[in-house]
């Protein structure tokens, strides 16, 4: 059995507050994940326009990491563009960016975008916003194809955002296309399902990508959550990508990374 892959969620953006995403200097990053046995690094990009892909990629491999996604979140943070917005101009925008990351995704050799943030929120009414995001995921489901790129659309808490949190919901709305399937978050699935570990294994098959955080948001290893219970069930679905680390910077980085990957890395087999 392939074992599964570590990787962190790192931000590339200056002045954009997310507090569950690395935002040391890359290298240090890089470097630090690597002394960890950490395999790869996901990027949260606010602006895919601004990365020099080639030197990113050169630094990456130069720590004998792989990149296992790019997330999108903080370009809703950033600028407030979402594949639901009823305004159609920024809509498009946000349309646009999402090309860019898939391409972004092709040249890094990631092969999978984060729909999460961006999708937006329910603004007017949530059947015109579920209808919209729909409209918008077609589109991207095409592009992506095009680019041999997955996207991963998360379910969130209710507290982010209002569109589309329980994982039925999410299930059903990715079951409609080609190229996408579910980020399951087990942070947010502890909010919103009556039992994590059952919703890993109902997710199945349409898991694309994993993120961990603890029951308190912390390390995996700082909080309530049965990893051994999660990472088996996990295994039982047939994933064989990315467990990646998308969890508050406390007490600090080092110790964050430490314990991530002191509780996982036996897991992984």
């Known amino acids: 059995m ?9 931000a590339l953006a200056k002045g954009v507050e997310f507090y569950v995403v690395i935002k040391a200097p890359l290298e240090e990053v890089l470097g630090r994940l690597q002394s960890y046995g950490y395999d790869g690094v996901e990027y949260n990009i606010s602006n895919p326009n601004e990365v020099d892909v080639s030197e990113l990629k050169r630094k990456t491999k130069s720590y004998g990491l792989e990149v296992s996604a790019i997330s999108t979140g903080l370009s ?7 594949l639901s917005n009823p305004d159609t101009n920024a809509r498009s925008k946000a349309i ?26 329910c603004e007017d ?3 015109n916003a579920l209808r919209r995001l729909r409209e918008s995921l077609k589109v991207l489901d095409k592009y992506a194809g095009e680019h041999s790129v997955i996207l991963v ?3 969130l808490n209710r507290y ?13 709305l990715v079951s409609r296309y080609e ?54 069930r996990l295994l039982r679905t047939g994933y064989t990508g ?21 509780t996982l890395k036996p897991l992984l087999m």
């Open 2 to 10: 392939p074992r599964l892959k570590l990787s962190a969620v790192h």
């Open 76 to 82: 809703y943070l950033r600028y407030g563009y979402s």
């Open 96 to 121: 646009e960016f999402f090309k860019k990351y898939i391409e972004v995704a092709e040249k890094l050799e990631a092969y999978k975008v984060v729909i999460g943030l961006a999708r937006g929120k």
């Open 125 to 127: 009414n949530c059947s």
């Open 153 to 155: 659309f998360e379910p």
């Open 160 to 172: 982010e955002t209002d569109l589309v949190n329980r994982l039925d919901d999410a299930i059903r």
């Open 179 to 232: 190229n996408i399937k579910i980020l399951f978050d087990t942070f947010h699935m502890m909010l919103e399902e009556k039992d994590v570990y059952d919703a890993v294994l109902r997710a199945g098959n349409s898991i694309g990508h994993f993120h961990v955080a603890d029951s308190n948001r912390l390390a995996p290893g700082m909080g309530m959550l049965d990893w051994e219970k999660i990472i088996y």
């Open 242 to 262: 990315y467990v990646s680390v998308e969890s508050r910077i406390e007490p600090d980085l080092d110790t964050m990374l430490r314990i991530s990957a002191k």
